[in-house]
């Protein structure tokens, strides 16, 4: 079947800080691979999204490179702020178009 | 930006009560999902649809029901809520043909005392 797995928080970093969240799956075919973020008291939101092998998403600073070779598609940006604090959600959509989310990750960045 | 809509925010109800959680979107989506998340847990799809008359179970067995009667309501009902329920109820609709970029509500708290 088709599932994710992220790295497990809480997280907490000081600003300017380099963020990096795991993840990895495992799916049959060659499925679409998201990052979706939730700021407090907020819906999910995308961030970011790589459709093949080798893409790159990008998007607010934040990075992540879908390697096919290691089933992972893991998050990093160089240098958060406060303002990043959130939930971020490792996410793949196979060939049936419905999306399975990992658990979570929890980031606190500190003044 | 995205424009759908989940109501109640918070509900607190009694077991045994039949409850109803709203959700609405204004884009025009035909893809629509139900989405329930555990504080530290992945999310689990519950429901979908791709249309209007169109229903499918998700991932997670869940003793909620939904409707599609409009292309823009996708209501999610529980019969007899129970404690077990107790939990965030997240819809989400997508733009594309693939659903690749969902837009979520901003989900409803639901805790059965």
């Known amino acids: 079947g088709n599932s994710v797995t992220q790295m497990e928080g809480p997280v907490t970093l000081s600003e300017e800080a380099f963020l990096t969240i795991n993840c990895t799956y495992t799916?049959?075919?060659?499925?679409?691979l998201f990052w979706y973020v939730q700021y407090p008291g907020e819906g999910l939101q995308l961030l970011l999204k790589?459709?093949?092998?080798?893409d790159k998403g990008s998007n607010k600073g934040f990075e992540a490179t879908y390697r096919k070779e290691t089933t992972s598609f893991h998050l990093e940006k160089g240098s958060v702020q406060v303002s990043d604090s959130a939930v971020y959600f490792c996410?793949?959509?196979?060939?049936?178009?419905?999306?399975?989310f990992g658990a979570g990750t929890t980031v606190t960045v500190r003044a | 930006e995205a424009d759908i809509y989940q109501t109640p925010r918070y509900l607190v109800i009694g077991t045994g009560k039949k409850i109803t959680l709203e959700c609405s979107q204004t884009?025009?989506?035909?893809?629509m999902y139900w989405y329930q998340q555990d504080p530290g847990m992945e999310l689990h799809l519950i429901h979908y649809?791709?249309?209007?008359?169109?229903?499918e179970k998700g991932d997670l067995s869940s003793e909620s029901t939904v409707s599609r009667i409009r292309t823009e309501h996708f209501p999610l009902t529980l019969e007899s809520a129970r404690p077990s329920h107790t939990s965030q109820y997240l819809c989400?609709?997508?733009?594309?043909?693939?659903?690749?970029?969902?837009?979520f509500g901003s989900g409803t708290q639901l805790s059965v005392l």
């Open positions: 989400a609709s997508s733009e594309s043909y693939r659903g690749e970029k969902l837009f």
């Open positions: 799916a049959t075919g060659y499925p679409s």
């Open positions: 996410a793949l959509m196979p060939n049936d178009y419905k999306l399975s």
């Open positions: 649809s791709y249309g209007v008359n169109s229903t």
């Open positions: 884009m025009g989506h035909d893809k």
């Open positions: 790589a459709t093949k092998a080798d």
